[in-house]
């Protein structure tokens, strides 16, 4: 059985669930549900704080597992990326009151509070800057308020929760996260997690991308494929209209519209354009 980690409570909980749930995994009934069993599919989900995730992977107590980037980096557990999956994107950026400082280097002998101190501290390392780093659990937003610290380091997606504590981000971006699937560093894989690779990378293009259908006069073909080349070559077939063939291709879900207009100036008819269900490319 291939034992996956998946995150059961936070930012990356729910979207984590419906990317397995497209992959045909078996859902939890409740979020008090903390192993499940799905024996279809010969794993078993462990649903557990993304925090957390990188350790048990690492440990190699379980085999693959759902967490951010930032908290991989963080955790310093020997687990690696093996994708990234496309949604939970963040950055981890420096913010303090507007002016206040502009860049890591002014860092120096001051307090910084996060909650990634692994990440913070491997960043002011590489930084040449000693500063104190000052470990809490959340909401870090509120330490300068509070007089417990000079600057935060923390996750920063929309900016929102900055802006309501009347704080600005400053100096570079930290690092640059988004869900990704690991697993223990340098182990070979285990059963299973290779066809698990495949239905994840199958939901990511069934949702990038679309199917396009059209029909076309055979001396544009070239044109057409221009425009559509597909991810092998597009499907060209005849059609029962003398002079004509029906064209199919994967485009990219982004963009389509204009695909379309492009398709229609070449003289194409009959664009029809569906979603894709379910992939293995
Ligand atoms: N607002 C957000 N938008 C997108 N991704 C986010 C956001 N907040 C956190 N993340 C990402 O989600 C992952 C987990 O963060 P999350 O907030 O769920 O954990 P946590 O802060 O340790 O837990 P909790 O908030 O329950 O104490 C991280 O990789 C982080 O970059
Ligand atoms: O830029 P924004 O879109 O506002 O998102 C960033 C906020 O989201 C996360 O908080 P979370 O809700 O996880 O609470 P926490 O601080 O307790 O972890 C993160 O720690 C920031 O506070
Ligand atoms: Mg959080």
Redesign the pocket.
Known sequence: MLRIAV?N?????EAAQTMLKEAGYRQRRDSKELVVVDSENSCELFFL???DIAVYVGEGTLDAGI?????LFDSGAPAEEVMPLGF???T?RFASTAGAYSGVSDLSGLRIAT?YAGLLGKHLADQGVDARVIKL??AVETAIRLGVADAVAD?V??GTTLRNVGLEVFGEPIAH?E?ILIKRAGAPEANGFQQLIRRLQGVIVARDFVMIDYDIRAERIDEAIAITPGMEGPTVSPLHREGWVAVRAMVPRKGHQQVMDQLWEIGAKAILVTAIFACRL
Do not use: N, Q, W
């Open positions: 995150p409570k936070g930012a990356l909980s704080r993304p925090r967490t951010g980037r930032d908290m939970g994107r963040s981890f909650s659990d959340g996750v997606e929309t996260s869900a």
